[in-house]
């Protein structure tokens, strides 16, 4: 890492130490602190260039950013501003760009609606008549949309079929956001369904943003992972059983050097995570470590782990709830099987 970088991470790392409260975010009426967010904002987290009213970071900038947000599991909307906007930039749309880009660097949170779940659809005609395929021109749009990333409360809201993006007007009648309850309190989620919704077309859907989108998820997986590590060892040093330390008998001493070792094969997936293979073996690693070492966390905790006031639920609960995101491990390995990728 740069020396820059650097500077950026102890800089997100600073902030997030003096200002993260995850319980007050949850019980936010949109699920993140919106100063928190604006002071990441005003540091420059998000992707986008000075010409779009950025502070120039990139991509890997805002891995980074991500891997400090997932060791505190602080919430924000740095996740799906970052896909909207990678959306954006690769459509080549210079109209949209202007005019999107400088909201989103002020901000402005921005979902992206993806069907990558199964069962997802995105067509001009009505779902109840699949045999019709979306049309490369403007909406209406018919779809019904889960788990997207703050989907209910964005002010920009774009869409895609997996062949071109749209742009859509959230508060428009053909358009209804429901925040989807999820296991993850820490990970605000909507349902998004579109009726007859009018919709314009900024240009090609690129697989480049499910490769950035799986980077980006695998960072914060991996900064998670590491504070859940740092949080057992912790506890290890100073629950004492027998008379001394639990963490000075062998045996959960070998437990935690597997865990660390889960933890940097992690990382060193996570910033290998540069193309079409590479992003889909990290989020199938990475989502495999993460739930490892929560699951790790909460046995050497003992009992405290289940209780409320232990944030170690927390971490197991985001590790359930990101390995199903953009989807499974198995989704993935599923999809690096088939004859195209051998």
Known sequence: MTPEQLALRDTVRSLLDKHSDIRAAIEAPHGYDKDLWARLCEIGVLPISEQHGGSGAGVAETL?????????????????????????????????CGRLLPRIAGGTVAALAWPWATGDHVTTAPLDHPEVTTAVSDGPLHATVHHVLDGDHAEILLVTDGISLYEVDPGQPGVKREHTPAIDLTRRLATICLTDAAATRLGPWSSQVRDTALAALCAEQVGAAARALELTVEYTKTRVQFGRPIGSFQALKHRMADMHVLVETAR???????????????????????????????????????????????????????????????????????????
């Open 64 to 96: 980074m950013a991500l891997e400090e947000l997932g060791r505190t599991l602080t919430p924000a909307p740095l996740l799906s501003s970052t896909l909207a906007a990678q959306a954006l930039l690769v459509s080549g749309n210079d109209e949209a």
């Open 268 to 342: 060193s997936a996570a910033r290998a995570a540069t193309d079409e293979v590479s992003a889909a073996v990290a989020k199938v690693y990475c989502s495999e470590a993460f739930c490892k070492v929560a699951a790790e966390m909460i046995q050497l905790h003992g009992g405290i782990a289940i209780t409320w006031e232990h944030d170690a639920h927390l971490y197991f609960k985001r590790a359930h709830g990101s390995a199903q995101l953009f989807g499974s491990p198995q989704d993935h390995i599923d999809r690096l099987s088939r004859p195209a990728h051998r």
